[in-house]
């Protein structure tokens, strides 16, 4: 599945069905993409979302976004990356992978500190279920109910992340990957050493 960026809440609601928890969070500081339930007959290709009903969408965040989708919207949105593997860091990186996937990425001359895709939420009961905690939320801390010695949990091999405690607080990594890809693996190491220091 991919995520779709629209210009506003009202372009949306033309091809999508949100609730009002659902707004608060796509125009919250979090900014995060939000899986709603597509309008039935929806003009949106069905490649989008082949499987299901559920589209993830969300608003720009930062100011290229906002003019990007002055001129047209809404875009299809994807993270420089292939499933599973991290998101690549700098114009060489980025250089391997488009040759493969795409004509052209959009890049800037910011150094990417720490990668990091977009957090994915969907409501569930009233309640925000993240399907994946990333950026607008990470590495805020989470509380733990006790102190304890700090420790370092590193998660499976696929859908990796990395938790870090100290005292009665737990910081939780960005989306890593599965680890059976060498980069990803590397990536893991470079989180657990960032999260470690």
Wanted: glycine residues 6%; contains cysteine; hydrophobic residues 45%.
């Amino acid at each position: 599945s991919l995520a779709v960026m629209f210009a506003g809440l009202d372009q949306i609601r033309q091809y999508c069905e949100i609730s009002a928890i659902e707004e608060r969070e796509l125009t919250g500081p979090v900014a995060p993409i939000v899986v709603v339930r597509r309008k039935p007959g929806s003009s949106l290709s069905r490649l989008l979302s082949p499987d299901t009903d559920d589209l993830g969408v969300f608003l720009p965040y930062a100011p290229l976004h906002h003019l990007l989708l002055a001129a047209i919207s809404p875009l299809i949105m994807t993270s420089g990356n292939l499933a599973e593997e991290p998101i690549a860091k700098d114009e060489q990186e980025l250089r391997a992978l488009l040759g493969a996937v795409a004509d052209a990425a959009l890049s800037h001359n910011r150094a990417i500190v720490r990668r990091s895709d977009d957090s994915v939420l969907k409501i569930v009961a009233g309640q925000r279920l993240f399907l994946r905690r990333s950026r607008g939320v990470v590495p805020d801390a989470i509380r733990l109910p006790l102190e304890g010695l700090s420790v370092l949990a590193c998660g499976a091999e696929l859908k990796n992340t990395v938790c870090v405690t100290r005292g009665a607080q737990a910081f939780l990594s960005q989306h890593i990957g599965d680890l059976d890809d060498y980069r990803a693996y590397r990536f893991f190491r470079e989180t657990v050493e960032d999260f470690a220091a």
